[in-house]
């Protein structure tokens, strides 16, 4: 079946510092990937996404390339701000129908 | 802009009592989606619906059901609540295609007492 790793948390990090977030992928076929975030208090939201191997995903500074010969899909931001801090979830998706998340990973950034 | 709407936000509910929990969604989408979240296991599906009256169980159906009468609305139902079904629960819809997001609503906090 489907499943996604994501890094254990939380990550604590110092405002402007440089952040990453390990995600690998098992699936069958070919899956989308994505990178949803929830921020304190409210549901997911899509962060980003790629559909294709050696796709990069991008919005709000953060970033995530589809690496199919790893199974991976690395989340990062070059300089996290306070405003950051929320659990963000790696996803990924075979068919038409089924979400596979990962466990999520806390990122609290202290200034 | 998209709408998922979960009828409550907190729920407090006696053990052995059945509970309704309500989403809409006003997007058209064909799939909608019932999640449970919990500390350490992330989002765990329960049920989904890729059409009006079509449901199919996901990875943790026991002890839930499901009603979509309606292309909109997608219920998820506790026949009758135990304390281990204290959790957060996410509803979720998309168009159906392996590119697409899916939208969530804001969750209802269920505590079973």
């Known amino acids: 079946g489907n499943s996604v790793t994501q890094m254990e948390g939380p990550v604590t990090l110092s405002e402007e510092a440089f952040l990453t977030i390990n995600c690998t992928y098992t699936a069958t076929g070919y899956p989308s990937l994505f990178w949803y975030v929830q921020y304190p208090g409210e549901g997911l939201q899509l962060l980003l996404k790629?559909?294709?191997?050696?796709d990069k995903g991008s919005n709000k500074g953060f970033e995530a390339t589809y690496r199919k010969e790893t199974t991976s899909f690395h989340l990062e931001k070059g300089s996290v701000q306070v405003s950051d801090s929320a659990v963000y979830f790696c996803?990924?998706?075979?068919?038409?129908?089924?979400?596979?998340f990962g466990t999520g990973t806390k990122l609290q950034v202290i200034p | 802009d998209v709408k998922v709407t979960q009828s409550s936000r907190y729920l407090v509910k006696r053990t052995g009592e059945k509970v309704f929990l309500e989403c809409v969604q006003d997007?058209?989408?064909?799939?909608m989606f019932w999640y449970r979240q919990d500390p350490g296991l992330g989002l765990r599906l329960i049920y989904f619906?890729?059409?009006?009256?079509?449901?199919e169980k996901g990875d943790i159906p026991e002890g839930y059901s499901v009603s979509r009468e309606k292309k909109e609305r997608f219920s998820l139902i506790l026949e009758s609540a135990s304390t281990n079904q204290t959790s957060m629960y996410l509803c979720?819809?998309?168009?159906?295609?392996?590119?697409?997001?899916?939208?969530f609503g804001q969750g209802t906090r269920l505590t079973v007492v």
């Open positions: 619906s890729y059409d009006v009256k079509m449901k």
């Open positions: 996803a990924l998706r075979t068919s038409y129908q089924k979400v596979t």
């Open positions: 997007m058209d989408h064909e799939n």
């Open positions: 790629a559909t294709k191997a050696d």
């Open positions: 979720a819809s998309s168009l159906i295609g392996m590119n697409t997001e899916a939208f």
